[in-house]
């Protein structure tokens, strides 16, 4: 099937383009009054998730409302650690929780092994129905945590303020947080190939945690591990380059060893200037993002205002796909988003007409 937009795909193997593409990390969730309805409905986020008909539902919510360049499966990265037997689970308001957390070494040899076709098939039937109903408007996207912050929250059992737990485990354990790792790098390249295969046209690697690392641990318990994954994932499925994306949250000074890496496109927060960082990696990988979220809050004006400085500052040519810096907040207001997409189609033209 041919695709109708293919732009995205095109700006992350810097192509040519007409306008610069625009997707936007959690853009389908809480902020939208139909996927707090649709998670009603399935009870609890994790239903919401193992239920392809949802999934599907939610992940085309966003796309109804705004032209936005691409879709994104509705997942979460903590469905490994949940195969994994953690024991995954949402309290209201509380962001996620595991029965079970590793603390001990022990605690790393007795995970089971993962068999991604079975244990988490309700990924691959989500991703095989969204691009079915998807029809070829635009492609969609798969995605994975980095094995760094998966581990980070199987740890510690949940989020963290500190990360005491998880450093512990590293610096007190490194052959066991190697094993850890080892083992989550593993599962996240069978993962994210099972939904390349499945259907997922571009994948993204979330390391949310990757910036709260030294510069050397970022390298030997991050990089290495997202590395093997980049290396170790198919790289073409119906006839066309599968794009890697790799995003480390606050990992701007470390963005000429995160192009090292082999992936096709760097994810940026918004504490970078992505002039900047296309004069250091531009040359060898393509830039997404990297709009604060919170100026999502701001007036019309402001927002378009910043749109117009971000395509600036990256200036001609190809090579940008917009973002956002992180995910989008629950208490944006829904019409923001529309003027923040529009903004970017509307003014992007003129830096793509040579
Ligand atoms: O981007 C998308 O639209 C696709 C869906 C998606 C979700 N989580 C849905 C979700 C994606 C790509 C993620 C990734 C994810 N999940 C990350 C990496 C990206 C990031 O934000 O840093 C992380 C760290 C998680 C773990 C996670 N899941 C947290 C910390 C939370 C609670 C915080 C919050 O926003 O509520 C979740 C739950 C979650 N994942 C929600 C959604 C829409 C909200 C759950 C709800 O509906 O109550």
């Excluded at 360049?69 to 209201?92: K, N, Q, R, V």
């Excluded at 998966?150 to 005491?164: N, P, Q, V």
């Excluded at 927060?269 to 809050?297: F, K």
Aim: with cysteine; net charge negative; proline share 5%.
């Amino acid at each position: 099937m041919t695709l109708q937009n293919d732009r995205f795909l095109r700006a992350l193997l810097r192509e040519p383009v007409d306008v610069t593409p625009i997707w936007m990390m959690r853009q389908a969730g809480r902020y939208l009054p139909e996927y707090r309805e649709t998670r009603k409905q399935a009870g609890n986020f994790m239903t919401l998730c193992q239920t392809p008909e949802l999934a599907c539902e939610v992940t085309l919510q966003p796309l109804r409302r705004y032209a936005f360049d691409a879709a994104i499966l509705f997942s979460d990265i903590l469905t490994i650690p949940d195969a994994l037997g953690l024991g995954l689970y949402f309290e209201e308001g509380e962001g996620p929780r595991f029965r079970k957390t590793i603390r001990e070494a022990t605690d790393v040899s007795n995970l089971p092994k993962l068999n991604t076709s079975q244990d988490l098939s309700y990924v691959t039937d989500a991703v095989r129905l969204i691009r079915q109903e998807l029809n070829g408007s635009v492609p969609l996207i798969g995605f994975s945590g980095s094995p760094w912050t998966l581990a980070t929250y199987m740890i510690e059992g949940g989020g963290s303020k500190d990360f005491r737990h998880a450093k512990q485990f590293m610096y007190n354990e490194p052959d066991a947080m190697h094993g850890l790792l080892s083992l989550l790098a593993e599962a996240v390249t069978d993962y994210l190939n099972a939904q390349i295969e499945a259907g997922a046209q571009a994948v993204q690697i979330f390391d949310t945690w990757g910036g709260i690392l030294t510069p050397t641990a970022y390298q030997q318990f991050s990089l290495d591990y997202m590395q093997k994954i980049v290396s170790g994932l198919h790289r073409e499925h119906e006839g066309r380059q599968v794009p890697v994306i790799l995003f480390t949250k606050n990992g701007g000074q470390w963005l000429e060893s995160i192009a090292a890496s082999n992936c096709h496109c760097v994810g940026l927060d918004w504490t970078v200037d992505i002039g900047d960082a296309r004069r250091r990696i531009g040359s060898s990988v393509s830039l997404q993002g990297n709009m604060d979220p919170s100026i999502l809050y701001a007036s019309p004006d402001a927002i378009r205002a910043e749109v117009a400085r971000i395509l600036e500052q990256f200036g001609e040519g190809e090579g940008h796909v917009f973002n956002l810096g992180h995910g989008i907040t629950p208490q944006v207001d829904p019409a923001n988003v529309a003027v923040f997409v529009d903004a970017v189609h509307e003014y992007s033209e003129k830096y793509h007409r040579n």
